[in-house]
């Protein structure tokens, strides 16, 4: 398959983070070329030959970019491990995972239409944990940051770790990392506040616009089902309502999305607030809403700052 075929098949997989039902096969993927092989530490020590194995468990991210942002410790627990469990935004980066190990379990078919996520999630958690009851090295694998919107991986850490059994997180470069480095927004200059969407709807919570805010998942914004994988133009004017009471509605707004393949780059369309109810968004994009007011100096701390540093001066 050629990289522009290769380009085309992710394309059509982007619109959902289900794994898509079209078959692939080994030949759909060129070849990469291996990194060094790294031991990872292990999660147990190695028991006697009497004693029963003792199960563990490592959850790692994958990164954004195919191929180019695992790290050498995640693909030796991928590659130790006996049974890998994965949660991928794309077909063809799980095919990928696949020539790393040879029971590599999908566990995007567990997602429907009409079905509460959360329903979902609890599925993979009793999954993985089967396999570590069993005495099985288990490894689950998710893109991004394992641990960053993905209750799945935290879940089943903590009944792992109840449960007596090795357990672990290896982060990975986030969709947050990429969002930064792409557009170019350092969050330590005016700060950044993160939220999900739906959570600006479901309580008061509180927006500083004099730093940049990340509106994730926009796509689902106000479903209160779970089972939907993306909500309308009515409920995204929700939004705007309420953000309005902070922004100008010719405020700019931004809408991004982080290549997942080498071959693509990141979509950035830029917009306003009056106008993103009629904006098509997806549950993979996110929206940036840079800073509509300046900093305000606070001058009472700034007197008291003053006040110390003079003390500390004479002491």
């Keep these: 398959m050629t990289y522009r075929q ?54 790692v991210g994958l990164g954004m970019t195919l191929g180019s942002h695992l790290t050498p410790l995640a693909r030796s627990h991928i590659q130790q491990a006996d049974v890998v469990f994965a949660g991928l935004s794309d077909g063809v980066v799980e095919l990928w995972l696949q020539r790393m190990h040879p029971d590599v379990r999908s566990l995007q078919p567990y997602y429907r239409e009409g079905k509460s996520r959360m329903k979902t999630y609890r599925e993979w958690v009793e999954l993985m944990m089967v396999e570590v009851r069993a005495g099985n090295r288990v490894c689950g694998v998710f893109y991004g940051h394992p641990g960053i919107f993905a209750w799945s991986p935290h879940k089943v850490i903590e009944t792992a770790r109840a449960e007596g059994f090795q357990a672990h997180m290896e982060p990975g470069i986030s969709a947050e990392d990429c969002l930064y480095a792409d557009l170019g927004i350092d969050p330590g200059r005016y700060g950044c506040q993160h939220f999900e969407a739906s959570q600006l709807l479901f309580y008061e919570r509180r927006i500083d616009n004099a730093g940049y805010l990340v509106l994730w998942q926009v796509g689902l914004v106000g479903d209160r089902s779970l089972g939907r994988f993306s909500t309308g133009p009515k409920y995204r004017e929700l939004l705007v309502e309420l953000l309005s009471r902070d922004y100008p509605l010719d405020h700019e707004v931004i809408i991004y999305r982080g290549a997942t393949l080498p071959i693509e780059k990141p979509r950035i369309r830029r917009t306003t607030l009056r106008e993103l109810p009629h904006v098509t968004v997806t549950s993979e994009e996110t929206v940036v809403l840079p800073p509509s007011q300046t900093l305000r100096l606070n001058l009472a701390m700034r007197e008291r700052l003053e006040a110390l540093d003079k003390e500390s001066a004479l002491a």
């Design 6 to 59: 290769l380009e085309a098949t992710s394309g059509r997989q982007q619109g959902s983070r289900r794994r898509s039902s079209t078959p692939f096969t080994n030949e759909d993927v060129r070849p990469l070329t291996k990194l060094p092989y790294y031991h990872a530490m292990p999660t147990h020590p190695s028991p006697a030959s009497n004693e029963p194995r003792r199960g563990s468990l490592a959850c």
